[in-house]
Every structure is written in C-alpha cells, then in structure tokens.
C-alpha cells in the first residue's frame, strides 16, 4: 500500500535557524512523484516542489532545499535560515500512476506545523 | 494564485441540508480533483474528473458527488450534512488525467454543519 509519513508533527525554531521537515513514503512501483506543498495560516495549500522517481539530484530553490533518497525512501524539506513568514503546515505527498484506480490522486502525509519565532 | 478559485469560501449550515461547492480550474487544465481536510483525517482525495469524465473515487461518501461541466468547471455536492462532514474542502486542477502533473490547489471552501 502506498503511505506517506512525517513523523515530526509540530517543530519550533528561532529565526535563522536551519530547520529539516522529514518525510518517509511506502510504494511498491518504481515510477512514482513526491511533492511537498506549504499550507500557511491562511489556509491555502501552496505548491513547492515536485520529484519523479527517476530523479534523485537535490535541488535548491533560494532558502529551501530537498534530498531525495531513494535507498531510504525519504524525501526532506530544508529550509535555510528560518523566518517567521515560513511558519506554516508543510505536507509532503505521493502520486503512483500505478497503483489501482488511483489516476494520479494525491496521498498526503499528516503535515509538520513549523513554527518559526522572532 | 494558484488560479484554481472555489466558492464559496465559507458556507454555515444545519445537518441534514444540502449544499453545493464549486470549483473553477486554472485556464488549460482539464483535470479536476477534491480533497477533503479534517481535523482527524487529514488531507483525502475524495474524487477526479477529467474533460468531464470521472477517472477516479477516494474515499468520497455515497452522499457526496461531483461532476464537471463542458465549460471545466466543476461542483461538489453534498447532502444528508452530518456534523462530522464539517471540514475543509480543496479543489485542484492540472493539465492532463495522470499523476505527472502538478497540481494546483484552490483557496478551498470551509463547510461548517451545526
């Protein structure tokens, strides 16, 4: 079965700390995608990065960086000298266009609230 | 922006009533998903369309359906409100029916059942 887990559920930091949000996944395909998407106290659920299987370069993007390990089935989120606008629920996700039925729907961990204080 | 709009955002209603939630998808996309957010749940698909065709069922209620329109838009029906049904409820969109696409998610429409 496909599961996604974030095993921290609530991190707090200080500004300008460095922070690592985990995320373990479970498929049995060989061809899946990740994503993490940020989710503010306004609600929204806001895109940051997708990964297919096939690609396990990390990758920057300004303060946020992601690992993509697939020998550990693991897919972190760093974001590099926190501030306070990154406080958010950040959740990371699976999609398996194999897995019955499924069509490329999302399956979500439980999310990591970071808090980030001045 | 995401560009996918839901309305309304907020909806207040009694159990037992029927309500409506309706989703415009970013220009060009012709899948349509909906997500469920609860408190005890967490984020669930609950169903998927695509160019007005249904592709895929989560774990959506028998008393819940959707259907997508030919001009893309798409609405999310629920009736029999229970109050465990009070949740946040996403739309998201993307270009084509697989999962190699991103998607975009709406600002979401908060149900709540008294």
């Known amino acids: 079965a496909q599961k996604v887990t974030q095993a921290q559920t609530e991190i707090s930091v200080v500004e300008k700390e460095d922070v690592t949000l985990d995320c373990v996944y479970e498929?049995?395909?060989?061809?899946?995608?990740l994503f993490w998407y940020k989710q503010p106290p306004s609600g929204e659920l806001v895109f940051l990065i997708r990964r297919n299987s096939f690609d396990e370069q990390n990758e920057i993007s300004g303060r946020y960086s992601w690992n993509f390990q697939k020998s550990t089935s693991s897919f972190n989120f760093t974001i590099t000298a926190s501030q306070v606008v990154d406080s958010a629920v950040y959740f990371c996700?699976?999609?398996?266009?194999?897995?019955?039925?499924?069509?490329?729907?999302?399956?979500f961990g439980k999310g990591t609230k970071l808090s980030v204080k001045p | 922006d995401s560009g996918v709009t839901q309305t309304p955002k907020h909806l207040i209603t009694a159990t037992g009533q029927r309500v409506t939630l309706r989703c415009s998808p970013r220009s060009g996309d012709l899948s349509v998903y909906w997500y469920q957010q609860s408190l005890d749940q967490g984020l669930q698909f609950l169903i998927q369309y695509y160019n007005g065709e249904e592709r895929a069922k989560g774990n959506i209620l028998e008393r819940f359906s959707a259907q997508q329109f030919p001009d893309l838009h798409s609405e999310l029906n629920l009736s029999s409100l229970e109050l465990g049904d009070s949740a946040l409820y996403f739309c998201a969109s993307s270009e084509r029916e697989g999962s190699t696409d991103t998607q975009y998610f709406g600002p979401g429409t908060r149900l709540t059942v008294l």
């Open positions: 498929t049995r395909d060989t061809t899946y995608y």
């Open positions: 996700a699976l999609s398996d266009p194999n897995y019955g039925g499924s069509q490329g729907n999302l399956i």
